[in-house]
């Protein structure tokens, strides 16, 4: 059965490389290409620029939250820095972002004896238009609210109070599994008649730094505060609540949505030498949340891709296919760039092989995700012998892309490329989650050398994949 299995697979890969496709990676090849890829990690590790590059946007240009004047500051920084790496061509895509302004008000007290709750509003929050005063009513998550029902809920606070799962090891499933509450628990609570909610922060670390995020409300239900709390003040109030049903918050908040505002998409290339030139697409989000730096979320990523186009041009290698570098706008509360690019690609009539993104921090690479077909997977798979001595060696067979490259694939409405390949890179994820969207994601918190490894394993991907299809 499994040698039937072995020849079968063998019959498709030859089949593929008789077409052109590929290059079955023999043992010389991998020997050639262990070459080459060490020689991309001692440029990353030697001479790396991505944590300098990191410095100057973080420290520079600070956060930057799509529609503020620090967003058009970070365009500029990206459009700059790609210009003066003497790329083939920098592009700016104008797109229309949302625009959401925290305002200057962010207050949450226990009324009864004015102790101060470590909050913070999230992203896309109506105010509280002067003080809010009420009750609160804990839930262990939204599948509470229903068992809860109207009665317990009707113009109360809502806390969801969810942890992250301490025995879930991969942080993002720990996320995967909770931010539902941070997303929909304003407008689910509001179904039941709520007057705010207040969210646990989505992270494993037990601190007093709340974490901000998306939320998003429905046409249907009132548009109700929405914050997050510190963990820490989260097991306190939960505590408080066991002695003291009764106790009641005052929140205050100024947070409000502002008309849309134009901005762009920074994009850089360096264009292929084949006839048949297809796209590879490397990219991270420019925008973060408007707390801390925006280092790991996703300062990590931008400059992770502008150092792989660095390295190309700085070893003098010219790709078969062009490699393009996205510094995507608006992923933490839009996708508009992420939409607008797709569009862009669309109305150029390109076709892309691939499309890869950082967004998962820039802790020490353990490898990629991967979203292909099979016979590509396997493909790609196979390069994983000649990651491994660095680390990454995780290749996961699904998930791959991220919310900025997922609309090249996933709008049916444009239909670019159904065959193209759409990998994320995997970084440890046990530290990620401490910072994110949180005052703590500053550039202090990004370790250079996990950074520049990050780097060299994007680009040492990039190279394997323009070489071999
Ligand atoms: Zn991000």
Redesign the pocket.
């Known amino acids: 059965m499994q040698t039937l299995k072995i020849s079968n697979k063998l019959v498709k890969y030859a089949f593929i490389a008789m077409f052109g496709l590929i290059a079955i990676h023999s043992n010389a090849q991998v020997k050639k290409d262990s070459i080459q890829i060490r020689r991309i990690f001692d440029m990353a590790l030697e001479d790396g620029k991505a944590y300098e590059n990191l410095r100057t946007l973080c420290k520079g240009v600070g956060h930057r939250i799509s529609g503020s004047a620090a967003a058009d500051s970070a365009v500029n920084w990206g459009y700059n820095l790609l210009k003066s790496m003497w790329v083939d061509t920098v592009y700016k895509i104008p797109i229309t972002v949302p625009c959401w302004s925290r305002g200057n008000i962010e207050l949450a007290t226990i009324y009864h004896d004015d102790t101060r709750l470590n909050i913070t509003a999230l992203g896309g929050s109506v105010g509280t238009n002067g003080l809010l005063k009420a009750k609160v009513v804990m839930a262990y998550g939204l599948e509470d609210l229903e068992l809860l029902g109207e009665k317990a809920i009707k113009g109360k606070i809502v806390f969801l109070n969810k942890p992250f799962d301490a025995k879930t090891i991969n942080g993002f499933e720990a996320y995967g599994a909770c931010v539902s509450q941070r997303y929909n628990g304003a407008s689910k609570a509001a179904e039941y008649g709520a007057v705010g909610v207040i969210v646990r922060s989505m992270t494993h670390k037990h601190d007093n730094n709340p974490h901000t995020g998306g939320m998003g409300y429905t046409d249907e239900n009132n548009k109700i505060p929405a914050v997050a709390i510190s963990t820490e003040h989260a097991d306190m109030l939960s505590q408080r609540l066991k002695d003291m049903p009764d106790l009641e918050i005052g929140l205050r908040l100024n947070c409000k949505t502002l008309p849309d505002k134009q901005s762009y998409n920074v994009v850089a290339e360096i264009r292929g030498k084949s006839k048949n030139a297809s796209i590879i697409t490397v990219g991270g989000?420019l925008d973060s949340w408007d707390i801390g730096e925006g280092a790991h979320?996703?300062g990590a990523g931008i400059v992770h891709s502008i150092e792989v186009l660095r390295m190309i041009r700085a070893n003098g290698y010219r790709p078969k296919h062009t490699v393009r570098v996205v510094l995507f706008m608006n992923?933490?509360n839009g996708n508009r760039g992420g939409k607008g690019y797709a569009q862009w690609v669309k109305d150029r009539g390109e076709k892309h092989l691939m499309a890869l993104e950082s967004?998962a921090g820039g802790h020490t690479p353990r490898g990629f995700s991967i979203s292909a077909s099979d016979s590509l997977y396997q493909i790609i798979s196979s390069y994983r012998s000649i990651l491994e001595p660095y680390g990454c060696h995780v290749f996961k067979p699904s998930g791959g892309g991220g919310v900025d490259i997922n609309p090249l694939k996933l709008d049916s409405a444009l239909t670019i490329n159904p065959n193209m390949i759409l990998l994320g890179f995997l970084p440890d994820s046990q530290r990620y989650f401490d910072f994110h969207h949180a005052k703590t994601d500053v550039f202090e918190n990004v370790h250079k050398r996990e950074l520049e490894m990050g780097a060299a394993s994007i680009g040492s991907m990039v190279y394997l994949i323009d070489k071999y299809f």
């Open positions: 989000h979320d996703d992923e933490e967004d």
